[in-house]
Each structure stands twice: as structure tokens, then as C-alpha cells.
């Protein structure tokens, strides 16, 4: 049976149009491997649409971009698409991945209660840098790329059927790694600056559930 | 209430943040290096999380685990 991925991508303020277009390489990895992938951005990442196809498509590997609280994810002008205890039991079986605020906090802990297979997200505030002169390139943007490419490479390394622990580890790697860039003696102030924030990301990634799943 | 000294640190440390780009903080919005300071003399929600990560990240460069 061949894999099936939901991604959710709104784009209606600066921060989901970057988590939006970053998100891009995910989809063409996916689709060059033979997984389908339903592709809900835009006003399509709404509550209907996700809840259809969670129940109807059941896809094992579930990525949510947008804004976050502690027990919930949101998509299109932040509209709640999955909240604990409502209707959290449809990320039963599957893996989830969610750049999106806080919501590893109770969201990740209650859906593995509910049978979900594993969360990974954040547990605090996801924060970026980006060049406002890049927004209508935001893939060109350098500095989002620090932030940005460690956070989507969780995405990508399940797709390619990695452990949920190993797309845990590459990301916190990649963080990793920029810091020691921004922090080295080669950096200039403005760069050093950020990478607080980047290790802010790093040390609020968080794995719930079975670590050893894969997609 | 948080202490004079520490929102003088906090701010000095903001200041050398770079002034030609934005920084999104989650679902709270996108905001300037202006507006961070702002919010820290103001102590507001966004000035109290940018207190906390300096904070913590200042604590973890003691420890030396920042990447570790």
C-alpha cells in the first residue's frame, strides 16, 4: 500500500509564508518517492479539510506548520485544526511533526495518550530571524535558513523513513552546528546574537511517544 | 517586578541584535529589535519571554551546554 502524508501549510502572515515555502522541499521529496501527499495551504488548512482527511485518508505521517498554542496546532488565520482531548484521537497510528508553538507541551503527551504513534514539536515559542527584504524569496533568505533548514530537516528525514529519534537527532545536530557557526570567532556580533534562539529551538524539540517509529 | 539591573543587561544585549531583519516569535507575531527592547522596558509578555531566554541561555554558556 503506498504512504500517505498530510502537510498543512498556511500562509496567512510572515511566519507561516516562511514555514509555508520552506516546507516545499519536504513535498517534492515526498512526491519523488512515491508518497501521496495531500497538500492543504492556504485557506485550505482548515479544520474540515485536515479532520476529512485524518479520518478518511489516514496518512501515516502528519506535518503541521502555523501557529501553535500548548494544546492545539492551527492553520489557515490560526483556526485550531487537531486540540487535546477534542479531537486529538485522529492522529491515532501516525506520526506527527509540528512546527508549531508550544504544542509538544500537552497536545504531543495527550495524542500519544489517545494512540497516536509518536509527536515531535516544540515545547516553547519556534522563533526565527528573516530579512524582510526576502519575503517575496523566502527561500534565498540566509538567516531564516539557519532556523529554518534544522527544523525542516525533521520533516525530511521521515520521509525518508527514519526513526522519529533520529529526525530528533539530525535536527538538534543541525541546530547544533549553527550555533557553533554563529558563536565561532569568524561570526560578526549581529550573527553571534541569534544563536540563542536557535538553541532556544533546539532545546525545546521534543519527541513523545515511540521513538523508534518510523513512516 | 523584575529587577533594573537585569532589564539593562537584557537590553544591552539586545541592542547588538541585527537591525535589518525581523524575528518571529511564535504565534505572538513578528516583531523589530525596537520593539523587543520595548516590550522588555515594559515588561509585557514579549519583554518577560525575551527575559527568560536570555536568562536561560546565559545559565546554559556557564554550564557549558549550550551545545552539548
Known amino acids: ?38 497538500d492543504l495551504s492556504r485557506e485550505k488548512a482548515n479544520r474540515d479539510k485536515t479532520e476529512g482527511i485524518l479520518k478518511k485518508q489516514e496518512p501515516g505521517l502528519v506535518i503541521f506548520n502555523g501557529h ?36 509538544a507541551k500537552v497536545l504531543g503527551s ?9 509527536y515531535l514539536g516544540y515545547e516553547e515559542d519556534f522563533i526565527f530571524f528573516y530579512e524582510p527584504k526576502r519575503i517575496t524569496e523566502p527561500l534565498t533568505d540566509k538567516t531564516a535558513e539557519l532556523f529554518l533548514e534544522p527544523s525542516h530537516e525533521a520533516m525530511l528525514s521521515l520521509i525518508k523513513g527514519n526513526t522519529v529519534e ?20 569568524e561570526a560578526t556580533k549581529e550573527e ?19 521513538k523508534t517509529a518510523t513512516f | 517586578m ?18 535589518d531583519k525581523k524575528i518571529s516569535i511564535g504565534s ?6 525596537e520593539q523587543l527592547i520595548e516590550s522588555v522596558k515594559r515588561e509585557d509578555a514579549i519583554g518577560r519571554k525575551m527575559i527568560q531566554i536570555e536568562l536561560e541561555f546565559l545559565q546554559a554558556l556557564k554550564e557549558g551546554i549550550v551545545t552539548t
Not at chain 2, 28 to 33: R, S
Open chain 1, 68 to 103: 501553535g498554542r500548548e494544546d492545539a496546532v492551527g492553520g489557515h488565520k490560526d483556526e485550531p485544526l487537531v486540540i487535546a482531548k477534542q479531537n486529538d484521537a485522529l492522529l491515532r497510528e501516525k506520526i506527527t511533526y509540528a512546527i508549531s508553538c508550544r504544542s
Open chain 1, 110 to 118: 495527550e495524542s500519544i495518550k489517545q494512540g497516536a504513534k509518536a
Open chain 1, 1 to 38: 500500500m503506498n504512504k500517505k502524508m498530510l502537510i498543512t501549510r498556511p500562509e496567512h502572515d510572515d511566519t507561516t509564508h516562511y514555514l509555508s515555502h520552506w516546507s516545499k522541499k519536504a513535498i517534492a521529496l515526498a512526491q519523488e518517492k512515491g508518497i501521496t501527499v495531500f
Open chain 2, 28 to 33: 505572538i507575531g513578528e516583531f523589530t529589535k
Open chain 1, 166 to 185: 533520529e529526525a530528533e537527532r539530525r535536527t538538534k545536530n543541525m541546530f547544533k552546528e549553527n550555533i557553533q557557526r554563529l558563536l565561532s570567532s
Open chain 1, 192 to 210: 553571534t546574537s541569534m544563536a540563542r534562539y536557535l538553541w532556544w529551538n533546539m532545546k525545546h524539540l521534543i519527541a513523545h511517544g515511540d
Open chain 2, 2 to 19: 523584575i529587577d533594573e539591573d537585569i532589564k539593562k543587561l537584557i537590553i544591552a544585549r539586545l541592542e547588538v541584535l541585527p537591525s
